[in-house]
């Protein structure tokens, strides 16, 4: 069992009060590939330019993460500068530079079409449409988005999560997809809108899910050290997603130990810049921190 992923293949520039990072490897996809490859494999979408270099190109192979997908054109590659202050739930977007991702046509391999799970992370909802469009069945598909396109496409995201199961996306998010404060109100208005599941990020202060009747929280983990949020939600997704596929259980209990996975692989992804948080980790050391969030929320009764 598989992944479809679609979204960007990056070179970000980020400064962080920690420490800055030129052209690093980045990107919504990038991130969500390599966290999901921990728990299945993985198929990406998206385009790179002439300049995408072959060691990047050596992230994806060196895990099991199909990049057949992966078209590359002449130009730049896709190119996003982020700027974070104390307070790392606030970014300001220095600059995007769409190059190779401004005419992106997204094209399924004849192998992909057949994924049952698919990631439509942040970009374009026309794209996100298209690729949904050339899926043959699936059958669980999650939707991440931003406020660019929730302020400039908003027919085509409306359209979009007519036809998905699961929202991820952050608080700031979903407060104005909902035009609405409150997070339990905006998340009802969002579910009326189509996915039966909605997973709200809160950076730090992690996540929390409406799953039909019921509501989950789980925290951000104390990390005494970090490096660059950049990607944290990306990262969150691919395990979340990741997990979901492996379990087969897609109810309330298997939801819950997947909102889990995602929370580790976000935590272990702020530790460093770009890709090299989740570039190196081992199933003891995921088993290890999925532990440490349940010891972090275990309390007895009253
Ligand atoms: P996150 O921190 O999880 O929200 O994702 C950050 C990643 O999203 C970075 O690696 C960027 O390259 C990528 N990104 C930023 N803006 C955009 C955009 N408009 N479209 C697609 N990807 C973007």
Redesign the pocket.
Known sequence: MSIVVV??V???TVITPYGRAEETL???A??FSVAASYFCPVQVVGVVGEDFSEADVDVFRERDIDIQGIARRPGRS???G?EYSLNLNE?K?LF?E?NV?EDFDPELPPSYREARHVFL????PQLQLSVLDQVEQPRLVAL?T?N?WIEGSRDALVEVLGRIDILVI?DEEARQLADEYNLVRAAETILAMGPSVIVIKRGEHGATAFLGDEVFTIPGYPLRELAD?????????GGFMGHLVRSGEHGPEGLRRAIVAGSVMASFCVEEFSLGGIRDLDEDRIATRYRAFQALTRFGDL
């Open positions: 979204g960007s990056a070179y970000d980045g990107g919504a990038t991130f896709f190119r996003w982020g970014r977007t995007t769409l991702f992370a942040n970009i374009a991440d931003m660019y952050n949020p950049t990607g944290a939600g990306d990262s969150f997704a």
